[in-house]
């Protein structure tokens, strides 16, 4: 399939064997490490949000002494703490024809046939272990009346199989996860330091051996060493300034660690979700999700008159007032089979479609409704509210609009107040490169969770995100990191005093001085906003060769503003958020030049990556899997001004037929 001659081979270590049977194989073969040895090995675990916690707790429990690190001042603050929606798994409890095959087949043509077979199958598989795992934890999942665990749909499946705890399913989760870490640490098994913030990972002999880590608060670097480095530090979302992320996500870890070498793979994947709170101002910081579950019960739509559409931004009309006959159901009419669950790229995309049309309902014409007339009417608003009502609630308190409030009566028909969504950038696909094993292009360097790229393709579906970051945490780097630690027990600990520790900290503390010392007029943050819309301009929802082309000039200006007219107040020692803000901002925008390089190179739509040049005269994606059936991988050239390399990873399918995505039958 890929004509190009590799200049570099990556070994995605999938093993032989058909599938299905791919993990058991694994599991039966691979290296363990016998339990005197593991007492004597350390790993650092980077991150506490679902990927890193639940890491850290299996590491530990398991008998390795781990070292876990956060920004926040408890682990329990880690964004994870946000996913409201659900986790995915293969249950099947509602006997409405769900398997792990089925999730498997879903994930792999939900991520537009771009994921690595193997991987998905085996997240598939693990999938009905991770819920075990939380009820035996006391995660209090909803239920059926009868005492079952109830389960909701999400975009691009026809089964329920998704699990939830109200609109808090993140919360309760890593409350989950948390109690797990938090008895290894009173074991003393876990070693946690919250507020440090990892700047670099040590290279010993071509082996991740440690960390440097700035203490938040008094400002001072800090060295670790152990045998192997796992970084679970989330996605790069913020690139984009104005996301649905916590402000804090950043992608310094993941960044310093492709800079160390470990290679990123399909950074331009980003995911953009159909129902937010569209934007309000030129003063924000923050976009809110309205969680995916809501289009369960909830229908999208715009009129069907132009002229509504413009009353409708004018001011002079409400949504309640355009009778049903005058409303567009524009995903069920296009998408049939799905309706409005179809994946979040083709609801982002058609809701675009409609408000580049002219059709958005507010003010700034970029919105569409999510309406729950009809399931109110249906199903009572008691139902309604015990199902979305914090996220009704939510809803209110930022906008002042009462969805589950009723508007009008017509014709005997009670019409509510819907709420008025957009899309917005939400989640990344893209990440540290990884083989089978989660290991990255550099030995003894792990990633898991959002800031690898290893499970989704170019989409990911609902609820997948907190079934990957346990799943990797819980069920897979727990064995796959025994394969690498198995001969590590022979080495003796390494001291923090040897050269390369010393090296890299004095790169950290040189490159902070640097920073401060640029003394320029612009703020972080007002630089930040101009990557913000440097991106959604030029590297959004729809990218074109020549809007990519000058996205990359613009960020490489951009660069060239940081490095000269930055502004930190304050200093270096003790607590200086600003100085933080900015060690991100530095590689969010060269994060943002790789997914600008990678969206240029791929000529082809595929999942959340739209080429406007590529699409069908319906507008729907067209991949070139002739030319791009693999994963783009970009190594990095010794510079941040240098462009870097292109390696790909060839994909083969097994069992899967790759064919075109179809929602509509
Ligand atoms: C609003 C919202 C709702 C969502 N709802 C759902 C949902 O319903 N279902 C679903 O499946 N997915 C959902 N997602 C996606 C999902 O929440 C995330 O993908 C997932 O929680 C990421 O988990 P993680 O452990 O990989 O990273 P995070 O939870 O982001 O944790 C990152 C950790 O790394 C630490 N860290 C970061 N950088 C450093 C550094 N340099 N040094 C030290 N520590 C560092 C942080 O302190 C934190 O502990 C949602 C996302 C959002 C934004």
Redesign the pocket.
Known sequence: MVNDIMAKVLDSKIPAGPVPEKWKEYKAHQRLVNPKNKLKLDVIV????????SAAASLAEMGFNVYN????DS?R????????????AAKNYQNDGDSVYRLFYDTVKGGDYRAREANVYRLAEVSNNIIDQCVAQGVPFAREYGGMLANRSFGGAQVSRTF?AKGQ??QQL?LGAYSSLSKEVQRGKVKLFTR????DVVIIDGRARGII?KNLVTGKLERFSANAVV?????Y?NTYFL????M??????AV?CFRKGAMMANPSYVQIHPTCIPVHGDKQSKL??M???LRNDGRIWVPKKLEDAKALQAGTKQGYEIPEEDRDYYLERRYPAFGNLVPRDVASRAAKERCDKGFGVNNTGLAVFLDFSESIQRLGIDEIRQRYGNLFDMYEEITDVNPGEKACTRDGVDYYYPMMIFPAI??TMGGVWVDYELQTTIPGLFA????NFSDHGANRL????????LAD?YFVLPYTIQNYLADQSIWPRLSTDMPEFAETEKAVEKEIDRLMNIKGKRSVDSIHKELGHIMWEHVGMGRTKEGLEEGLKLLKALRQEFDTNLFIPGSKEGLNVELDKAIHLRDFILMGELVAYDALHREESCGGHFREEHQTEEGEAKRDDENFFYVGCWDYQGSDDKAPELIKEPLNYEIIKVQTRNYKN
Do not use: K
């Open positions: 980077v991150g506490t949000g679902l990927a890193g916690a690190f956060c920004i926040q682990p603050r880690a964004h994870s703490i946000a996913a409201q929606g659900g986790i995915n939830y399913t993140g890593l440090y913030e990892m700047e880590a970084i679970a530090t989330g996605g979302g996301s649905t992320n916590a804090g996500c950043n992608c310094t870890a310093q809110t999700l969680s995916e579950s939400h989640y898991i969770g959002e800031c609902g609820a997948s995100a907190l079934m990957q970051g945490g």
